[in-house]
């Protein structure tokens, strides 16, 4: 089964950028849909973004639309994601999850099996 490793998170102005990392190992990444969920201090896990083994367009949750944009390289076994214009309301833990090979991109984190131990991310304002 496929391990997943996330780094890139940190402390960051409100407005600044991150690039979080998923990095894949045990398998390859190409064969896995995967996805970004977050969660606050006090609150659920959320979803974040998914994108999907077959390279279907990705589906991003509302509020980070035209600011967060998720990209893979199956060479690097890595999943991606790129957050600009980062808000206070931003802060939260960020994991990445996979589900199982060629199972379709989803939304509700009770789908996937795969998780990682997720990273920090802090925006201050």
């Known amino acids: 089964q496929v391990q997943l490793v996330e780094s890139g998170g940190g402390l960051v102005q409100a407005g600044g950028s991150l690039r979080l990392s998923c990095a894949a190992s045990g398998r390859t990444i190409n064969t896995y849909s995967v996805g970004w969920f977050r969660q606050a201090p006090g609150k659920e896990r959320e979803f974040v973004v998914t994108?999907?083994?077959?390279?279907?367009?990705?589906t991003y949750t509302d509020s980070v639309k035209g600011r967060f944009t998720i990209s893979r390289d199956n060479a690097k076994n890595t999943v991606y994601l790129q957050m600009n214009s980062l808000e206070p309301e931003d802060t939260a833990v960020y994991y990445c999850?996979?589900?199982?090979?060629?199972?379709?991109?989803?939304?509700?984190?009770?789908?996937?099996?795969?998780w990682g131990q997720g990273t920090q991310v802090t925006v201050s304002s």
């Open positions: 994108i999907s083994w077959n390279g279907d367009s990705p």
């Open positions: 999850a996979a589900r199982p090979p060629y199972y379709s991109a989803s939304v509700s984190e009770e789908l996937y099996d795969y």
